[in-house]
């Protein structure tokens, strides 16, 4: 019954890293979106896409990039891993239209230190 | 850029008790949603409202949506601890991306 895959559920990186987090969808959603939740903070939008290879920038891209060559993966990129960047990344998708939710993942916990 | 924000940020009620949670905005939403999410997992879409002023109901759980779509509540009847968790609003502009709200982290004690 799941739908929505993030490959590692803990992930400790080192300073300067190139850091690849991955999400499957198997709902074939147009939409999947990259968020990270701080305490506090709530939910932050990274990045989105509406269709393979398309992708917009959400509210907070600086320092990452995404990749989406597949309807059914979006994948996270953190360039140069930094300790600002320890967060709870949470991938989501959903169908076109205005009223569906999200089905999100289980989330990845990424520790940089 | 459109904010919403939840009242309260935490709250700790014995079981049996009620209570309820706020969001709030002073932009108007085309639809709402409410999400509950526990430890180490993802939030999980409880409801959506669409219409100013709809009310809906799961099990204990009221949800209503504003008469000018700018606000929304979550009521819970006679909570018990499986209620535990961070319930998060989100609110849908014209866009197809959602606006969260912080969160309101509920613990039910027995």
């Known amino acids: 019954d799941v739908k929505v895959t993030q490959s590692s559920r803990y992930l400790v990186k080192r300073t300067g890293e190139k850091v690849f987090l991955e999400c499957v969808q198997d709902m074939d959603h147009e939409n999947m979106f990259w968020y990270r939740q701080d305490p506090g903070l709530g939910l932050r939008l990274i990045y989105f896409s509406y269709d393979v290879k398309m992708k917009e920038k959400g509210d907070i891209p600086e320092g990452y990039s995404v990749s989406r060559e597949k309807k059914e993966r979006f994948s996270l990129i953190l360039e140069s891993a930094s300790t600002n960047q320890t967060s709870m990344y949470l991938c989501a998708s959903s169908p076109p239209g205005t009223v569906d939710g999200y089905t999100f993942g289980s989330g990845t916990r990424l520790t940089v230190v | 850029t459109q904010l919403l924000e939840q009242s309260p940020q935490f709250l700790s009620i014995q079981e049996g008790e009620n209570l309820t949670v706020y969001c709030n905005s002073s932009?108007?939403?085309?639809?709402l949603q409410w999400y509950r999410q526990e430890p180490g997992e993802g939030p999980v879409l409880l409801v959506t409202v669409v219409t100013g002023g709809e009310v809906k109901k799961l099990k204990r759980l009221t949800f209503q949506f504003g008469d000018a779509r700018k606000d929304s509540s979550l009521h819970i009847t006679a909570a018990q601890p499986g209620d535990t968790g961070l319930y998060l609003c989100?609110?849908?502009?014209?866009?197809?991306?959602?606006?969260f709200g912080q969160g309101t982290r509920l613990t039910i004690n027995p």
């Open positions: 989100a609110g849908r502009g014209g866009a197809q991306k959602l606006v």
């Open positions: 932009s108007v939403f085309s639809s």
